[in-house]
Nanobody, 127 residues
Framework: EVQLVESGGGLVQAGGSLRLSCAAS????????KGWFRQAPGKEREGLSC????????IYADSVKGRFTISSDDAENTVYLQMNSLKPEDTAVYYC????????????????????WGQGTLVTVSS
């Protein structure tokens, strides 16, 4: 079965850290660009970061630059998002996705031709 499964979300105090994982199965993970997105209640989905197919380049949204780090372990079929210095405004459901390319549009990271989305994991940051 082709799927992406996120994990690692939860409740954390402001200033804390979390590491999200997105485990892939059923397809050739290393052939795709990977990205992380989030959607807060009442807001549009926001691109946070993406990494190219060969892991040679990364793109970050200004809102998370310097705080979040994306990494991909193709041998483990997993992409991670290390989140440090979390703020209450980081509260959202976080999603991973894989697709054709990692690029940028209007300053936001974007995965083109998305092949699969994960189901999401909730991150809540308390003040």
């Amino acid at each position: 079965e082709v799927q992406l499964v996120e994990s690692g979300g939860g409740l954390v105090q402001a200033g804390g850290s979390l590491r999200l994982s997105c485990a892939a199965s059923g397809f050739a993970f290393d052939r795709y660009a990977k990205g992380w997105f989030r959607q807060a209640p009442g807001k549009e989905r926001e691109g946070l970061s993406c990494v190219s197919t060969n892991n040679s380049s990364t793109i970050y949204a200004d809102s998370v630059k310097g705080r979040f780090t994306i990494s991909s372990d193709d041998a483990e079929n997993t992409v991670y998002l290390q989140m440090n210095s979390l703020k209450p405004e980081d509260t959202a459901v976080y999603y991973c996705a894989v697709g054709e390319t990692c690029t940028e549009r209007s300053g936001s990271p974007l995965i083109t031709a998305v092949y699969r989305w994960g189901q999401g994991t909730l991150v809540t940051v308390s003040s």
